[in-house]
């Protein structure tokens, strides 16, 4: 399994949102990979629309492709953590799929500080498919979009099966995906995972804010 980490001082400010909280997102991607987050609460939206889950105009859980949006693509260890299948190929389940002019928002009880998620295929420009964070007070934490992974990947296409893993030195209450307007693209994902990471404190001291937080749950994985 293949890593892809980025943290530097230029995508920390992409992904952060002026004027807000100061929150810093951390993003990592693991081809068919795994939360990286142990005891995290898993959802793999198989049965009846999920408490977490609301969907808005053109949203939908679906299983295949309408011609529009089509399955996530399971490889690794990705399928069995989820108890999905197949281990390797198309999703044949229930994945989110969000179309233009459509929104999936997740929303916790409590804030989180990690949200992990087997993304669809990732459409490569700044806003497309994006991701928005918002904290307790509904003020946006911040943002990640499918160019923020292409970035993991210095701009290629990144392969299928990417599990993407964000952490926030923020707590976040609710998070929206939308799909981008003004082309016919969508936003598919299944296989969400969150959390709440609390950092210890000497570890907070070598490592700092959102780094503390993601040392620690690849840590925690590793253990």
């Given at each position: 399994?293949?890593?892809?980490?980025?943290?530097?001082?230029?995508?920390?400010?992409?992904?952060?949102?002026?004027?807000?909280?100061?929150?810093?997102?951390?993003?990592?991607?693991?081809?068919?990979?795994?939360?990286?987050?142990?005891?995290?609460?898993?959802?793999?939206?198989?049965?009846?629309?999920?408490?977490?889950?609301?969907?808005?105009?053109?949203?939908?859980?679906?299983?295949?492709?309408?011609?529009?949006?089509?399955?996530?693509?399971?490889?690794?260890?990705?399928?069995?953590?989820?108890?999905?299948?197949?281990?390797?190929?198309?999703?044949?389940?229930?994945?989110?799929?969000?179309?233009?002019?459509?929104t999936a928002t997740?929303?916790?009880?409590?804030?989180?500080?990690?949200?992990?998620?087997?993304?669809?295929?990732?459409?490569?420009?700044?806003?497309?498919?994006?991701?928005?964070?918002?904290?307790?007070?509904?003020?946006?934490?911040?943002?990640?979009?499918?160019?923020?992974?292409?970035?993991?990947?210095?701009?290629?296409?990144?392969?299928?099966?990417?599990?993407?893993?964000?952490?926030?030195?923020?707590?976040?209450?609710?998070?929206?995906?939308?799909?981008?307007?003004?082309?016919?693209?969508?936003?598919?994902?299944?296989?969400?995972?969150?959390a709440q990471v609390?950092?210890?404190?000497?570890?907070?001291?070598?490592?700092?804010?959102?780094?503390?937080?993601?040392?620690?749950?690849?840590?925690?994985?590793?253990?």
């Amino acid at each position: 399994m293949k890593k892809h980490l980025l943290i530097s001082i230029a995508t920390i400010l992409a992904l952060s949102s002026p004027g807000t909280s100061k929150a810093q997102l951390f993003l990592t991607a693991d081809i068919g990979g795994v939360p990286v987050v142990g005891g995290a609460t898993l959802e793999n939206f198989d049965g009846a629309n999920p408490s977490i889950l609301t969907l808005s105009g053109s949203a939908f859980l679906r299983t295949g492709s309408d011609g529009v949006a089509s399955p996530p693509v399971f490889s690794g260890s990705t399928a069995a953590f989820f108890g999905e299948t197949p281990a390797n190929g198309p999703d044949n389940s229930q994945y989110v799929a969000v179309e233009p002019g459509g929104t999936a928002t997740l929303t916790f009880s409590t804030p989180q500080s990690y949200l992990g998620l087997l993304w669809g295929s990732i459409d490569p420009y700044s806003g497309m498919n994006t991701l928005t964070f918002y904290d307790k007070a509904n003020n946006v934490i911040g943002t990640i979009d499918g160019g923020s992974v292409w970035a993991l990947f210095g701009g290629a296409p990144p392969p299928d099966g990417e599990y993407v893993n964000i952490t926030s030195t923020t707590g976040f209450l609710k998070v929206v995906a939308t799909a981008t307007p003004i082309f016919p693209e969508s936003f598919e994902f299944d296989d969400v995972a969150y959390a709440q990471v609390v950092p210890e404190p000497a570890s907070c001291v070598l490592f700092g804010g959102g780094l503390c937080i993601l040392g620690l749950a690849l840590r925690r994985k590793l253990a």
